[in-house]
């Protein structure tokens, strides 16, 4: 499956079948936290947070894709992110685009 940002593909014969997205929430364990919350104070990367991260996205991305080929999608155009914290130590990662048929 080709994910594309872009919203057209010119000079590409196709027909948009539907929009499509996939989603996930992600939290840490209340040790990892605590270990990065000494990190905030001297500063730098939270490399426990950016795994976190990297993890949601491919879930998020592999779930919109599942969603796609079951409709028989040959790819995504218009892919965007989003996320946003719903609690305290949980975030949700969101993507989603318009899945394309390839005629």
Known sequence: MTLYTIETLPGVNYEPLAAVNGSTIQSKNVFSDFGQSLKN??????????????????????????????????????VRYATSAIMAQAAEVLVYGTAIRFR
Do not use: F, N, P
């Open 41 to 78: 104070i001297v500063g730098g990367e939270l490399r426990s947070y950016t795994s976190m991260m990297e993890k949601a996205r491919k879930i998020a991305t592999d779930r919109m894709i599942a969603q796609a080929e079951a409709m028989g999608a040959d790819a995504i155009i218009g």
